[in-house]
């Protein structure tokens, strides 16, 4: 059996495969998110260990024999986080994550004073990655920036305290800035920029290279045998790239977590920094792609869930029956936005609210809007790659039929849902810890999914002046987005 971890934004997810590297079980413990200010979003890592423990604990209780069977594990996660570690490898302060937008300014004074960096990274330099964060912390916390000795990305955190090693692999790196994508390589250009010493990054290797073993005190722990090995893994981009295997020239697929990626494989590096997408290098050798990531992907849903106290799947119910002609347009943006206007002040927004206007119709409203932020995608890679048709569906959003429909009808291409469609970078990073062991081949991974459902592109009727008008008032709204509220 095989193991794969992933530290997403809103939850632990373990999922074991047996040798056949088709998912066995899986568990999942939620994690709680801190906003200390407008555009804060932090994280304790304590606490994913903690979760890790316990969906560990969860999986072994439903198949004990693993206790016993595994022989490998990798490692997924949300990519661009800030864990930062002082001399005795102790975190400073809560972890800073992908969808934090407090390193804006300087980010746009990299923008300013090294231009030229961007193509060297893949992307233009974006509130939320891990380089601006540095820049922010050594201006407005000089204490904790003064007693950093090493950064590592989320998944790199969980890593330290399974084998005791600093690793990463090449996708976790290209999304912090301080990657050159073309050689896979820790960039002293990108660190000087940013204020990093190199000496306080992670080696890395191949994700499917093993990054170290599990050690006894950690085994014990977790009850588990000493010794299993651990691969490098990867960014969960790549990670569920894997899992549908999109891990080859033109493949591709969409996510729909927390965050919204369209994401394609391609054969060599790509660099399109000025279309707001990331050109990155994937987590097996010689592979890169191209991602339109964006931030707020399927938690729209489940913010207005929370909202309104009522269950996302009740809410898209009343979605599917709501008047179409008394539907609002809604912006995402609650965290602001990445691809494409790499803005991260911009906030959502409700438009066409008059008195008849219900929840249901609401939740339509939120449903297109996730369907839109996909067309921009879309236009954004179709301007440096061919976007594939069709593409496969990954996370917890792809389990809603109304969003994958509308998303295929908007987007003008085929969407597939496969088997264990959640599942996504945790099954990868199983996947990959198979390799890692030498149970597998990297060609052996590349196993996509039985196919479960079909969505195949209707005419795009009522979206079309739809979709104008939502790109309008983004821009409407971005005139406006520094004033008083």
């Not at 999986?59 to 005795?88: E, F, N, Y």
């Not at 990299?110 to 540095?134: E, Q």
């Not at 792609?289 to 269950?311: D, I, K, Y």
Request: proline fraction near 7%; glycine fraction near 10%; charged fraction near 20%.
């Amino acid at each position: 059996m095989f193991m794969g971890i992933d530290i997403g934004t809103s939850g632990v997810k373990v999922s074991l495969t047996g040798s056949d590297l088709l998912p066995l079980t899986s568990a999942t413990i939620p994690l709680a998110i801190s906003h200390p200010q407008s555009g804060y979003s932090e994280q304790n890592p304590a606490d994913w260990w903690l979760a890790v423990q316990c969906a560990i604990a969860d999986v072994m209780a439903t198949l004990p024999k693993a206790r016993t069977d595994l022989r490998g594990i990798g490692l997924s996660g949300q990519m661009h986080g800030a864990v930062l570690l002082d001399k005795h490898m102790q975190v400073i302060r809560p972890a800073i994550l992908w969808n934090d937008g407090r390193s804006d300014t300087q980010c746009a004074a990299l923008m300013r004073d090294a231009p030229d960096l961007a193509a060297l990274a893949g992307v233009n330099p974006m509130a939320g990655f891990t380089a601006p964060k540095i820049l922010w912390l050594k201006e407005q916390e000089p204490e904790s920036y003064a007693r950093i000795r090493h950064v590592l990305l989320p998944k790199d955190y969980i890593g330290l305290q399974l084998h005791g090693n600093l690793v990463t692999d090449p996708c976790d790196a290209a999304g912090t800035w301080w990657f050159a994508e073309a050689t896979r390589c820790w960039s002293p250009a990108l660190c000087a920029a940013t204020a990093t010493n190199p000496d306080w990054l992670p080696q890395v290797r191949e994700g499917t290279e093993i990054a170290g073993h599990l050690d006894a005190a950690t085994a014990a722990l977790l009850c588990l045998p000493a010794g299993i090995p651990i691969a490098a893994g990867g960014g969960d981009a790549a990670a569920g790239a894997i899992a549908v295997g999109a891990v080859t020239d033109g493949t591709g697929f969409i996510s729909l977590g927390t965050s919204g990626q369209l994401f394609v494989a391609t054969d060599t590096f790509r660099a399109a920094p000025d279309k707001g997408i990331h050109s990155y290098a994937h987590c097996v050798p010689e592979l890169w792609f191209q991602m339109a990531a964006m931030l707020n992907g399927a938690r729209p849903m489940s913010w207005f869930s929370e909202m309104t106290s009522v269950p996302v799947g009740e809410l898209l119910r009343e979605a599917q029956d709501a008047r179409l002609d008394r539907v609002p347009l809604f912006l995402p943006y609650l965290t602001g936005e990445r691809t494409p206007h790499g803005d991260a002040r911009i906030r959502g927004a409700f438009y066409g609210l008059d008195n008849d206007t219900g929840r249901g119709e609401m939740m339509r409203a939120i449903v297109d809007a996730i369907a839109y932020s996909f067309a921009d995608a879309r236009d954004a890679i179709q301007s440096v790659t061919p976007v594939p048709t069709p593409l496969l569906a990954i996370g917890g959003g792809s389990k809603s039929d109304l969003l994958l429909q509308t998303i295929a009808d908007v987007m003008d291409v085929a969407l597939h849902r496969g088997e264990d469609s959640a599942v996504g970078p945790a099954l990868g990073a199983a996947r990959l810890g198979a390799v890692a062991a030498g149970a597998a081949t990297v060609s052996d991974i590349f196993q996509p999914p039985q196919i479960t459902a079909v969505f195949d592109p209707r005419d795009a009727g009522r979206h079309t002046g739809r979709l104008s008008t939502y790109r309008a008032l983004y821009g409407a709204l971005e005139s406006v987005k520094n004033m008083p509220r």
